[in-house]
T-cell receptor, first 115, second 117 residues
Framework: KNQVEQSPQSLIILEGKNCTLQ??????????LRWYKQDTGRGPVSLTI?????NTKSNGRYTATLDADTKQSSLHITASQLSDSASYIC??????????????FGAGTRLAVHP | ETGVTQTPRHLVMGMTNKKSLKCEQH?????MYWYKQSAKKPLELMFV???????ENNSVPSRFSPECPNSSHLFLHLHTLQPEDSALYLC????????????????FGEGSRLTVL
């Protein structure tokens, strides 16, 4: 069964600290993986995309990693800011027979950054 | 501003009402989506219109009906909803390479928060 599991479900950290969010997937075959940030009351916004051949990609203080062998991805946030408080959603695109892709969503990790 | 506009932002309706959600994208994308977001659950795809093809999640009740008059506009018509339909309804668009591609970045609207009494 194609699934995307995210951990932890929620996380509280102090401003300035680092944190790492995890995404494990059983999706196969894999097309790409995206991390989205969703602020409260807003729609999700893409942070980064990982393809099969990429191991690490950075976007400012956000660094995503991908291990296609173990089917794991992580999102590392450095020097957290209050504005990082949001839900972070992992989305995997899977290729099905016939060339069709399907997006599989994780339930998200809710991050709260406290002063 | 993501280029995807949803109206209304908030909607309260009774179980016997008929209402519609509207979505407009200004990005020139060729695919538009309706997603349902309930608390602590993954986003649930309801409907996709991509390159003149409509794909729907078979588990979506018939009390939800989509309409896509052109590539920039998408509606979700609601009638005789149930309280469990209360959720955040997100519209999104993307630029896809071909039918069934679904690899492009999704651009979401702010969502329509629906409450069914």
């Amino acid at each position: 069964k194609n699934q995307v599991e995210q951990s932890p479900q929620s996380l509280i950290i102090l401003e300035g600290k680092n944190c790492t969010l995890q995404c494990n997937y059983t999706v196969s075959p894999f097309s790409n993986l995206r991390w989205y940030k969703q602020d409260t009351g807003r729609g999700p916004v893409s942070l980064t995309i990982m393809t099969f051949s990429e191991n690490t990609k950075s976007n400012g203080r956000y660094t995503a990693t991908l291990d296609a062998d173990t089917k794991q991805s992580s999102l590392h946030i450095t020097a957290s800011q209050l504005s990082d408080s949001a839900s972070y959603i992992c989305v995997v695109s899977a290729r099905f027979p016939g060339g069709y892709n399907k997006l599989i969503f994780g339930a998200g990790t809710r991050l709260a950054v406290h002063p | 501003e993501t280029g995807v506009t949803q109206t209304p932002r908030h909607l309260v309706m009774g179980m016997t009402n008929k209402k519609s959600l509207k979505c407009e994208q200004h990005l020139g994308h060729n695919a538009m989506y309706w997603y349902k977001q309930s608390a602590k659950k993954p986003l649930e795809l309801m409907f996709v219109y991509s390159l003149e093809e409509r794909v729907e999640n078979n588990s979506v009740p018939s009390r939800f009906s989509p309409e896509c008059p052109n590539s920039s506009h998408l509606f979700l018509h609601l009638h005789t909803l149930q309280p469990e339909d209360s959720a955040l309804y997100l519209c999104a668009s993307s630029q896809e390479e071909g039918r069934g591609s679904y690899t492009g970045e999704l651009f979401f609207g702010e969502g329509s928060r629906l409450t069914v009494l």
